[in-house]
């Protein structure tokens, strides 16, 4: 590498011997018209119960909704900027749905470290998204992060 090469290990967040159980982190996001087509479009899932209010009125949810992948991906949002930050890798995601999120929503997606695994540098998290204090989602991840050289 010259002098000049960027090194991303500059831009890492948490490092591993840094976490402990029970640390936490959020972001908070307002969910708007705009963000659900967009979601729609780059994940082509085009259900008319995101994208149709008309047809979504006559749905269970009598409107539309988010996508509730869109609140999902607001706990990689976490991951990957505020805990354990960058440089860290996702491994795995369970997810239950609970609620509906709708246009104006603001989601407030949080991870909590729950176990370390040191000898694989693994760390497990509660993931949960909030709207007004109400659970929309949960489930927990598994999150590979870089050590100390």
């Known amino acids: 590498m010259s002098d000049g090469t960027r090194k991303f290990d500059e831009h890492y967040g ?8 029970g640390m936490s982190a959020a972001v908070g996001r307002t969910v708007n018209d705009a963000d659900i087509l967009l979601f729609a479009g780059v994940s082509g899932d085009t259900n008319p ?3 149709d209010e008309e047809l979504a009125a ?11 992948m869109l609140s999902a991906s607001y706990i990689s949002t976490v991951f990957g900027t505020k805990l354990p930050g960058p440089g860290c890798i996702y491994l795995a995601q369970s997810l ?13 997606a ?3 470290v ?3 695994i040191p000898a694989k540098r693994r760390a497990k998290f509660a993931t949960v998204c909030t709207v007004a204090g109400k659970v929309v989602l949960e489930g927990e991840a598994e999150i590979m992060v870089p050590a100390r050289n």
């Not at 749905?97 to 989601?107: E, H, S, W």
């Open 14 to 21: 948490y490092r591993f011997e840094d976490l402990q159980v």
């Open 49 to 51: 119960v995101h994208l």
């Open 58 to 68: 006559a749905s269970m949810f009598e409107g539309r909704i988010a996508h509730g």
């Open 96 to 108: 239950k749905f609970k609620a509906p999120v709708r246009a104006g929503d603001t989601v407030v």
């Open 110 to 112: 949080r991870v909590t």
């Open 114 to 116: 729950t176990e370390l």
